[in-house]
């Protein structure tokens, strides 16, 4: 069983940042790929970013060039640096280990206004 906590959301201005973290537990971490989604309201979660245990990313293009997504296998950790905020970055993020049929937090709302 693998845990997988969120942290790191809140309100932010337009032109804003945020570092989302998630920290997962309960499993070998490495061995994951780990991704973060996130669904607005009325919205179908979407993924926004992914990064492989051998560490390769892609992100979706709507984040593209604004967001990055890493990670620490020492620490057990995935990070989304998201620069750039627009008021469509308002969403709950959701961090995944394994897929969609692996493991999912809780999620963390991000919310972008002035």
């Known amino acids: 069983q693998v845990q997988v906590v969120e942290s790191g959301g809140g309100l932010v201005q337009p032109g804003g940042s945020l570092t989302l973290s998630c920290a997962a537990s309960?499993?070998?971490?490495?061995?994951?790929?780990m991704a973060w989604y996130r669904q607005a309201p009325g919205k179908e979660c979407d993924v926004v970013a992914s990064?492989?245990?051998?560490?390769?990313?892609k992100l979706a293009d709507s984040v593209k060039g604004r967001f990055t997504i890493s990670r620490d296998n020492a620490k057990n950790t995935v990070y989304l640096q998201m620069n750039s905020l627009k008021p469509e970055d308002t969403a709950i993020y959701y961090c995944n280990a394994g897929g969609e049929k692996g493991f999912w937090g809780q999620g963390t709302q991000v919310t972008v206004s002035s």
């Open positions: 309960g499993s070998i971490f490495s061995i994951y790929a």
């Open positions: 990064i492989t245990n051998g560490g390769r990313t």
